[in-house]
């Protein structure tokens, strides 16, 4: 009986996509992910996680084991590579990730759905916190593009789409904890009290 196929994540899909040019191991992987600055955008965590993810693609047939090196100075490393199953299913989710949005839920919007339970002067300081950090953020960024190697623009469309991203939010912190401060983005716990009784259903429609 044919395995079930892993769920599609960004991680899984950098690893098949790396296995297309030749065989990799595990370390070779994390440090091509390192090297090319694509951590900015998939999430490697602990050594563990690749680990984990190379087994799952390996149980489903999308990669396979080319071979085992063995040599006195180094453990026992396995190369895997990409299987024609994994090259049809990378294609896939890569099309896939590209053209449909993903209901990710981060935990910043979740947050801001919250706002409402901080004072507005309070909620301005810590937007600026965010806004600070964010400018370190986006200074990094810049950094890493200007020193970045000569390379197909194709292969820095990551890169892009963070910076016009974290520039876009960036614009959004600062304008809005300036109508914080400036009093054009108010509202009192009362108010938004009386709302809520409002918009409740009756009592006698419960239950």
Same mark, same amino acid.
């Given at each position: 009986?044919?395995?079930?196929? #892993?769920?599609?994540?960004? =991680?899984?899909?950098?690893?098949?996509?790396?296995?297309?040019?030749? #065989?990799?191991?595990? /370390?070779? %992987?994390?440090?091509? %992910?390192?090297?090319?600055?694509?951590?900015?955008?998939?999430?490697?965590?602990?050594?563990?996680?690749? /680990?984990?993810?190379?087994?799952? +693609? +390996?149980?489903?047939?999308?990669?396979?084991?080319?071979?085992?090196?063995?040599?006195?100075? /180094?453990?026992?490393?396995? =190369? /895997?590579?990409?299987?024609?199953?994994?090259?049809?299913?990378?294609?896939?989710?890569? *099309?896939?990730?590209?053209?449909?949005? @993903?209901?990710?839920?981060?935990? &910043? #919007?979740?947050?801001?759905? &919250?706002?409402?339970?901080?004072?507005? *002067?309070? =909620?301005?300081?810590?937007?600026?916190?965010?806004?600070?950090?964010? @400018?370190?953020?986006?200074?990094? %960024?810049?950094?890493?593009?200007?020193? @970045?190697?000569?390379?197909?623009?194709?292969?820095? +469309?990551?890169?892009?789409?963070?910076?016009?991203?974290?520039?876009?939010?960036?614009?959004? =912190?600062?304008?809005?904890?300036?109508?914080?401060?400036?009093?054009? +983005?108010?509202?009192?716990?009362?108010?938004?009290?009386?709302?809520?009784? *409002?918009?409740?259903?009756?009592?006698?429609?419960?239950?």
């Amino acid at each position: 009986m044919e395995k079930a196929l #892993p769920r599609s994540s960004p =991680l899984a899909l950098t690893v098949l996509s790396l296995l297309h040019a030749q #065989p990799l191991h595990p /370390y070779g %992987i994390r440090r091509l %992910i390192k090297q090319w600055g694509k951590d900015d955008v998939v999430n490697v965590g602990q050594p563990a996680s690749l /680990y984990r993810t190379i087994e799952r +693609l +390996l149980e489903s047939g999308l990669v396979a084991v080319n071979q085992t090196e063995r040599d006195q100075r /180094y453990p026992e490393r396995t =190369l /895997y590579e990409v299987t024609e199953k994994g090259r049809e299913v990378a294609h896939r989710w890569l *099309a896939e990730m590209v053209a449909r949005p @993903a209901a990710e839920y981060p935990q &910043f #919007p979740a947050a801001l759905s &919250f706002a409402m339970m901080l004072a507005p *002067a309070e =909620l301005a300081e810590l937007l600026e916190r965010r806004a600070a950090r964010l @400018a370190e953020q986006l200074a990094a %960024i810049d950094v890493g593009l200007a020193a @970045a190697p000569a390379l197909p623009r194709i292969t820095m +469309l990551d890169n892009e789409y963070l910076r016009v991203v974290t520039a876009a939010e960036l614009d959004w =912190l600062r304008n809005t904890a300036k109508e914080l401060a400036d009093g054009r +983005l108010t509202w009192s716990f009362e108010e938004l009290a009386a709302l809520a009784a *409002a918009q409740a259903p009756p009592a006698d429609s419960m239950g």
